[in-house]
């Protein structure tokens, strides 16, 4: 299996495109570097999308404090600038003290999911970076690098793959027209990777996420299924859980899929966010580790008007949802809580400007959007319609290319 | 002795201080919140300090490429704003698009090294902060904070625990005059406290620290040792170690050094950031996980002058130099190489304002700073000298009060 999988990479020259910047990139193959043909990035984490995140319900019991005005030293110290985003989704707005500028931060850090270093430097950035385009803010002014060192890579493993995964990193930062300014790093049980980015911008800059209208519709920027495509990648070196999927799909499909899922987690929503301006978006929301549900939950309580969110359509990427549900459902693709690392923008559009969001940013990056769901009268929830409609998002995404 | 050492600090009113706002802090006992009497904070990181952090010659080797101008893309990325710290130092400065304002930004994250969870938020919130304060920033706009939740830590320990670290960093950040505005929070082996602090300010706000000049000297505001006093500390539960140094410490020595150590990494370093432009400062540094003498040495080679440092004295919490030694200079501390969490600033003054700044930091926080080097001619280097004299630092340090 394992020859078959080296095989089938070494023959594609891996593609991973960034915002309008493609990389030919050579795919990593341990022994090119000297390093034991076993040797997987992934085996430095024993966690990967699901179980990661810390489940809502849990956060809300020990951050509570966090919100609380005037808790402890009896001065409120919780931002009043709008919008507020919940801290569990991990968007910071302060204030500056100069003028109306505001400080937008965001962070997040990732165990690594794919066995590419530089891919799993990109893919890091490009979700760091993702909550600040979920804001309309397409300038990040800086951005810190968080690094944890697993204690279980020997010295050469470590001098091997860090480098390769510092320039994916910084690669992912330069495409954002951003810079690396600095960072932290230390040793931990298993190697983590993280950003913080900050944006100093006007209000102009800021696209609202509360404004949600009934009748807008919602709109989707990447294919969901990336845990999915990562998770089979895998399996094809576990006879045992192969055994599960292979009745669903070929190795082809799946190293397709993982291909396309590296690619979709690679790509910046920069795009997408300066759109959000151009075609007036009453909200949005970036897709990560909580899954499209929660994060449009999310998004919905912190909606101005009566509305809720229903989703009536999945994009997932090509025979994801089959292989999801061979798995008995572990990872509750269907009911939208499937997490995703580095997802798309789920973004409120008035309905008669979604069809031109779509064709602008196919045409400007050559990826297709979706319309998912409808924005209905409301009291502030969201869901996933009983049947949703699985679309079909083929791993081949353009013409003449190969995959 | 595990008997011995509770009944101690149950005697005890522990004091954590901040700048200027003590609050009376009941210690931690496991007990009190139902939890197992053996219940450990710092059971759960194998590391704490020494071995933290990631060894300069070692990062060198995989953030060259951060620094490397024109690497890959073609274009320069290397932030030109002085003053340009080194990347392992965790400081960040950027333009922002707006005027001259810059943005300073600063994060680190630390593992468990107290038991008591109200007193480890504190520490993890002050650590954070310490750069911005080193550079003379004193207004922080935005904190952020990292949590790694242990996988190990039982539900019940969790729900325990959690909120009071939360409450710790908070109550530190409104110390600050800042706030927590978001965060992060993923599942980790070890429990994982951070912080991301931010400031946009206007050159005015910053104290270059590049501007040593040969005659000034060095004045530390913290006294070292308070990774030995943590060590001897847990070593009070371990008969093995606790015999290694039980013939030049008490039982009561160490106590009184751990909570000298937990007071001395709550204090914010704030204050001596403001009297940094009070007293014309040409330089600082914060001093953390790599120790006094690497922090001086990363300083040094920043100096635009031709100058080098030379340490003569180290203050040193009471007994840890004395117990450092027993242990047969594990530590590395009268090498100046001994890891500090939430150090002093280390600044270079005009040698005719040194006193004055240590009696005015003195009457505004009750604390002692110590002039210990001189800067001379030199090709920025740093150095402590052969024999540097120990300077005891009392554990009891301010009158009337218990420790």
Redesign the interface.
């Known amino acids: 299996m394992e020859t078959a999988q080296q095989a089938a990479l070494q023959a594609v020259e891996l593609e991973v495109a960034g915002s309008g910047s493609l990389t030919l990139h050579k795919p990593f193959e341990p022994e090119d570097h000297d390093l034991d043909p076993s040797f997987r990035l992934t085996s430095f984490s ?2 990967k999308g699901r ?4 489940p809502d319900e ?2 809300e ?6 919100s609380e005005e005037g ?3 009896g ?1 409120g ?3 009043s600038v709008p919008p507020k ?1 919940g ?2 989704l ?9 003028g109306t ?1 505001n ?1 937008i ?5 990732v165990y690594p999911i794919v066995d590419d270093p530089y891919v799993m430097g990109k893919i890091a950035c490009a979700n760091a970076l993702s909550n600040l385009y979920s804001l309309g803010v397409t ?1 990040c ?2 951005i ?3 690094l944890g ?1 697993s204690q279980q890579m020997s010295e050469k493993e ?2 091997t793959v ?2 390769i995964i ?2 994916g990193f ?2 992912c ?2 495409e954002a027209g951003s ?12 190697l ?1 990777i ?1 950003g ?1 980015a ?1 944006s ?3 209000n102009q800059e800021i696209v609202s996420p509360d404004s949600a209208a009934v009748g807008d519709v919602l709109v989707l920027t990447k294919p969901l299924g990336t845990q999915v495509a990562i998770h089979s990648y895998q399996w094809l070196e576990n006879p045992e859980k192969w055994g599960r999927i292979k009745l669903v799909v070929t190795d082809e499909d799946v190293r397709r899929a993982y291909l396309r899922a590296m690619d979709s987690m690679c790509r910046l929503n920069r795009v997408a966010a300066r759109l959000m301006h151009k075609f007036n978006a009453h909200a949005a929301t970036d897709i990560s580790g909580y899954g499209l549900l929660a994060h449009l939950k999310n998004l919905a309580r912190n909606q101005k008007n009566d509305v809720s969110f229903v989703v009536h359509n999945l994009p997932v990427i090509s025979k994801m949802a089959a292989v999801a549900k061979a798995c008995g459902n572990q990872f509750s693709l269907m009911q939208g809580l499937c997490p995703e690392t580095s997802g798309g923008l789920m973004i409120c559009l008035p309905r008669e400007q979604a069809a031109a969001f779509c064709k602008d940013i196919e045409k400007q990056e050559g990826y297709q959007s979706w319309i998912i769901g409808i924005v209905e009268k409301g009291n502030r929830t969201a869901r996933v319609i009983d049947k949703p409609r699985i679309i079909e998002v083929p791993s081949k995404d353009r013409e003449g290319e190969l995959w």
């Open positions: 024993e966690l179980g990661l995140k810390v849990i956060l019991k020990f951050l509570d404090g966090l808790n402890g030293a001065d110290y919780v931002p985003v801290f569990g991990n968007c910071s707005i302060a204030p500056s003290r100069h500028l400080i931060q965001t962070t997040d850090f300038e002014d800086s810190m690098m968080l060192i470590r001098e860090l480098p510092v320039r910084k690669d930062a330069i810079q690396v300014t600095g960072g932290q790093t230390s040793y931990n049980p298993w983590m993280g913080v900050t100093v911008c006007g």
